[in-house]
């Protein structure tokens, strides 16, 4: 069985700071791309950015320049840093990753629980 686990989550003060985490455990054989989504109330789920296994990068425009992502292959984690908060990045954020599990023959989608992101102005 395979689980991501974040953490990091928080309210913090616009202009502010804050560095999720999201580690994946479990029967793992290889892990493809792995990625960060929010959620805001009343809005649909939206990729925030994205991070291949060779380290290729992907970002939504509302984020580039302020979000970092990043990953430890070693350690199967992949890490959001939050830079210049808004209060338009109030949401739940989501860890997602493609994963190919011990004895399955394709990757597979899989989701964290969430973790709340507060900005207040």
């Known amino acids: 069985q395979v689980q991501l686990v974040e953490s990091g989550g928080g309210l913090v003060q616009a202009g502010g700071s804050l560095r999720l985490s999201c580690a994946a455990s479990?029967?793992?054989?290889?892990?493809?791309?792995m990625g960060w989504y929010r959620q805001a109330p009343g809005k649909q789920r939206e990729l925030v950015a994205l991070?291949?296994?060779?380290?290729?990068?992907n970002y939504a425009d509302s984020v580039k320049g302020r979000f970092t992502i990043s990953r430890d292959n070693a350690k199967n984690t992949v890490y959001l840093q939050m830079n210049t908060l808004k209060p338009g990045d109030t949401a739940v954020y989501y860890c997602?990753?493609?994963?190919?599990?011990?004895?399955?023959?394709?990757?597979?989608?899989?989701w964290g629980q969430g973790t709340q992101v507060t900005v207040s102005s």
């Open positions: 997602n990753a493609e994963i190919l599990g011990l004895g399955f023959s394709r990757y597979l989608d899989y």
């Open positions: 479990g029967s793992i054989f290889s892990i493809n791309a």
């Open positions: 991070i291949t296994y060779g380290g290729t990068t």
